[in-house]
């Protein structure tokens, strides 16, 4: 008698998962902070966003974030405030949303892939030294699903070289790093606080910094209303330091308006007050998800190592890792259709490497009658196929795993159960 789903046995899911994977909630506070808005036309103001702002800098204990339509136009600001510009270069990781790098091309500047971690999925830093020439102005750090990068290397590099650091943290809201939050460990600090993130506003990004010329850069580029001189003053009693500035103020200097729609502000003042509480119960759930599973062959969790005091954060999109060695090489595609047919939403690999996508060879975006990711540079920094390895191999060995956003004890331990079962019963599928 076959005990696989798949092959006919019992599913190991049985009970209705209800709104565990529910997401974002948004309660009757948060809808009508919405309808407050929208009563009052304010949808194109900055009030309730500088309260957002304070509110999130206050968080991370920071001085100054800065609130806009995305997180890719926060990132974006953020290259250029870190003095990305014409033939300089930007190293990051492949295995990532495209808005992590893609924006460097816009500022005339290319994007150089360094290889991830295994483990981690995160950059990895023994592989971006090598990678610094005198055009490289940024590292960027994405906090992968949640995992946060090993920031006391890249810091160390990055302050050898003297170059910037920008976290990447849209996939890692309130996470630690050895204790402190990610986004406030580097240069500059972005997150996407769109709806599908772990702190959901609705379309916006957010950034913090400590850096008060990268604040006014940021500011510069994208805020044209907020760069007069008392807009400035009005933060903490300062005037505009930068002479090109203030200049300029008036008009945005990158020639976008990348404010924050004040629906978004108004929900995410709600959601802020809430994520610390329902965090801790993701926090709670997907450990427990994966304690459930320790010693299971085959299967390892992605998170930091027990008493390192790192965490996921909001564990977004989470991930498990796979051994097939130790399930008798069966590919991961096989291992998830089987967990499937438990009951479970899984599905094989990560995202596509962005190192290996045509708009990084081919593609001539602003007519340069070259590819614009060689257009101002004399070498060719195109990666192809085998210049990333590990990257390029690791969607073998990554599947989805559940995003609990409740701590649920019996729904998590039957989902656990699946993959359990699954690993345990490996012979059933090697043999079928
Ligand atoms: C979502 C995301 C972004 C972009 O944010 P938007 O708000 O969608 O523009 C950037 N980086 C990462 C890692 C993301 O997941």
């Not at 924050?260 to 959601?271: E, I, K, N, T």
């Not at 196929?385 to 690791?394: A, C």
């Amino acid at each position: 008698m076959s005990k696989l789903a798949i092959n006919g046995g019992p599913k190991a899911v049985q009970s209705d998962p209800g709104d565990i994977f529910k997401w974002p909630i948004i309660t009757k506070e948060a809808e009508d902070a919405a309808l407050e808005v929208l009563r009052a036309g304010k949808m194109s103001g900055t009030d309730v966003t500088m309260k957002f702002e304070k509110e999130y800098a206050e968080w991370h204990n920071m001085k100054y974030a800065l609130g806009f339509n995305t997180g890719t136009a926060s990132l974006h600001s953020a290259m250029w405030a870190c003095g990305v510009g014409i033939g300089d270069e930007i190293i990051g990781p492949s295995l990532t949303y495209w808005a992590s790098v893609l924006p460097a091309l816009n500022l005339g500047a290319t994007v150089i892939f360094a290889d991830v971690e295994p483990n981690t999925l995160c950059i990895d830093p023994k592989d971006i030294e090598h990678r610094i020439t005198e055009h490289t102005k940024a590292i960027v750090a994405v906090h992968h699903h949640g995992y946060p990068c090993d920031m006391d290397s890249i810091m160390q590099i990055a302050k050898k070289h003297n170059i910037k650091v920008i976290e990447d943290a849209s996939h890692a809201h309130g996470g630690l790093y050895k204790g402190k939050l990610v986004g406030t460990i580097g240069d500059v600090g972005c997150f996407s606080v769109m709806s599908g993130k772990p702190l959901a506003t609705g379309e916006a990004g957010i950034l913090v910094t400590n850096d008060r010329e990268i604040y006014e850069r940021c500011v510069a580029f994208g805020h044209y209303e907020r760069t007069g001189e008392t807009r400035y003053a009005e933060i903490e009693g300062e005037i505009i330091t930068d002479p090109q500035l203030k200049e300029f103020a008036g008009l945005p200097l990158g020639g976008f308006k990348y404010r924050m729609h004040q629906l978004s502000s108004a929900v995410g003042r709600v959601q802020l007050k809430c994520y610390k509480e329902r965090l801790e119960e993701i926090q709670k759930a997907m450990n427990y998800f994966w304690d459930l599973l320790e010693g299971t062959k085959g299967l390892r969790a992605h998170r930091p190592p027990k008493g390192s005091k790192s965490t996921m954060g909001g564990w977004f999109n989470p991930k498990g890792l796979y051994v097939p060695e130790e399930l008798g090489n069966l590919p991961v595609e096989k291992f998830c259709e089987a967990v499937r047919a438990e009951g479970v939403i899984t599905t094989p690999g990560t995202t596509f490497p962005l190192h290996l996508h045509p708009l990084f060879h081919k593609a001539d975006i602003y007519h340069h009658g070259k590819p614009t990711v060689i257009a101002n540079t004399d070498r060719d920094v195109r990666q192809g196929k085998g210049s990333l390895p590990v990257t390029e191999s690791m969607s073998a060995y990554v599947y989805s795993i559940p995003w609990f956003k409740h701590y649920r004890p019996k729904i998590i331990e039957e989902h656990a159960s699946a993959f359990k079962k699954v690993a345990e019963n490996i012979d059933e599928l090697l043999n079928s």
